[in-house]
């Protein structure tokens, strides 16, 4: 069967030449133009407080409908019902524990059957002790979370992402990702993995539209430094190696990124965590190590 040609359809049904002129260069597929008038969706694990919630509420802000997770129901209920009365923004919450197969599982069908504009893996925690004293729980645990859980939902959302041939996701890593930590050996370790998952991701969905990034901060005002005993730092504008940055800080410094005409997959931000990183790019290994290994003695020998 001959198909139809495209000037004919406009010479009968768009007579007017200023219409033509519009339908000429809006020839969408139907199904992109009902993706155009639908609300784009962003998904934030960790969302109950610091750099999970300080995204949640810039997307709010931006018009995005949200799917927020977290562990604290009541928390996370508050939070929700702040953020659809402020920014009249619909918003899905979903309380679960991301190390737990199952649970996962059914949230990662969920949002695989959704059109999610926007991922953000922020959901993780710390246990600064020395691995073998760690219970091997806790550390699977971890893994879980920081690694299972990510690869998991960056594979539920990125079929619908290159379909629709746009998306992004974040992966909240740390700067801890680029350093060795004693006495938190297997949290820089699975930070580093979603470091490195981060930039290969990105290689493969070059061209595609989607856009992949390793968000790596230091020290940011949440309550996860509070639960790292680190009290007494936290009340400080700056001391010694901490230089403290607000979540809020840190979601635009993410999102500003993400702008740019060739967007980095690595973000460190804040000017004196890019001169560690640069230093860790430059100063030999050895000399890390023992910097490192002082660093954490005198951790020990205070008490933390």
């Not at 199904?31 to 784009?40: A, D, N, Q, W």
Request: charged share 25%; with cysteine.
């Amino acid at each position: 069967e001959k198909p139809i040609d495209r000037r004919l359809f406009m010479h009968i049904y768009v007579r007017s030449p200023w219409h033509q002129a519009i339908f000429r260069f809006s020839l969408l597929p139907l199904k992109r133009i009902l993706t155009v008038m639908e609300k784009h969706i962003a998904v934030v694990t960790g969302a109950s407080s610091g750099i999970g919630r300080a995204f949640a509420e810039e997307y709010a802000r931006r018009g995005y409908d949200l799917i927020l997770t977290g562990r604290r129901t009541g928390v996370l209920d508050s939070f929700s019902a702040e953020l659809r009365e402020r920014w009249n923004t619909s918003v899905e919450t979903a309380i679960f524990d991301l190390s737990d197969p199952e649970e996962l599982e059914l949230f990662a069908g969920n949002i695989a059957a959704r059109r999610i504009s926007v991922l953000v893996n922020n959901a993780g925690f710390g246990s600064p002790r020395a691995f073998s004293v760690d219970t091997y729980e806790n550390q699977v645990r971890m893994i879980k979370v920081h690694v299972e859980a990510v690869v998991r939902l960056c594979h539920a959302v990125l079929p619908g992402m290159r379909e629709e041939g746009e998306g992004t996701i974040i992966n909240v890593s740390s700067l801890a990702s680029f350093f060795p930590a004693p006495l938190d050996a297997l949290y820089s370790g699975t930070k580093a993995f979603l470091t490195r998952f981060s930039e290969a991701l990105q290689l493969e969905q070059s061209g595609t539209g989607i856009r992949v990034q390793a968000l790596c901060p230091g020290f940011i005002r949440t309550e996860f430094h509070e639960r790292l005993g680190l009290g007494k730092e936290f009340n400080r504008k700056s001391s010694g190696i901490f230089r403290w940055m607000e979540p809020q800080q840190l979601v635009r410094a993410s999102l500003k990124a993400l702008n740019r005409r060739r967007p980095p997959v690595i973000v460190v931000p804040g000017l004196f965590y890019r001169f560690l990183y640069l230093i860790h790019r430059l100063v030999p290994r050895s000399i890390i190590y023992r910097s490192m290994d002082g660093r954490m003695m005198n951790r020990v020998d205070g008490g933390e």
